[in-house]
């Protein structure tokens, strides 16, 4: 599927463009805002290197990956960036993730950032299962997605290895069926 667009009453997800690595830098190359995400913060270089790799996977047939620019309908702004991944390891699922801005945080828009990649992937591409992993420390995160309608499913011990140290991964997903009664 391509290009993908997808809105919600404040936000759009659309195909991410060359324009965009600064955006993103100011997203995967804040300390803050990569906190709890499973990389320390990138060059624009790297940046860079992520942004061309996600505009060249958007055309691939098969589609395996859905990179996308978050952006405020009213300003056109990019404020954070989703992501669906189909997991070759279950049938018709995918994981996900999703970013913002810091100075995004704390109006809703990590609920609609969900609520849109969790649309596009039961919706649009017909899954079956979607889930995402979050560190145990980001309670934002896991507010979020449970406001979504995603149930906590367990701890993946010693997933992640960032600043040195292994991480925890707590899980959350859905089902299709659970989309369909919560977005009715």
Do not use: C
Not at 129 to 152: C, F, H, I, Q
């Amino acid at each position: 599927m391509y290009p993908v667009t997808r809105t919600s009453p404040r936000l759009a997800l659309r195909e991410l463009g060359i324009q965009d690595v600064d955006a993103v830098l100011a997203i995967y190359g804040s300390p803050e805002a990569t906190e709890h995400l499973s990389f320390e913060p990138r060059t624009r270089e790297q940046v860079g290197d992520i942004v061309a790799r996600s505009i060249a996977s958007a055309t691939a047939e098969p589609r395996s990956e859905y990179a996308l620019a978050v952006v405020e309908r009213d300003t056109n702004e990019l404020i954070g960036f989703g992501r669906l991944a189909m997991d070759p390891h279950q049938q018709r699922a995918a994981t996900f993730g999703f970013a913002l801005r810091p100075d995004a945080w704390g109006v809703g828009y990590g609920l609609e950032t969900v609520r849109l990649l969790l649309g596009l992937g039961f919706e649009d591409l017909g899954l079956h299962r979607v889930w995402g992993a979050r560190s145990p420390l980001n309670e934002a995160s896991a507010k979020t997605m449970t406001a979504a309608g995603m149930v906590e499913e367990g701890t993946i011990r010693g997933h992640i290895r960032k600043a040195g140290r292994w991480r925890d991964s707590v899980v959350h997903a859905m089902l299709e069926d659970e989309w369909r009664a919560v977005s009715r």
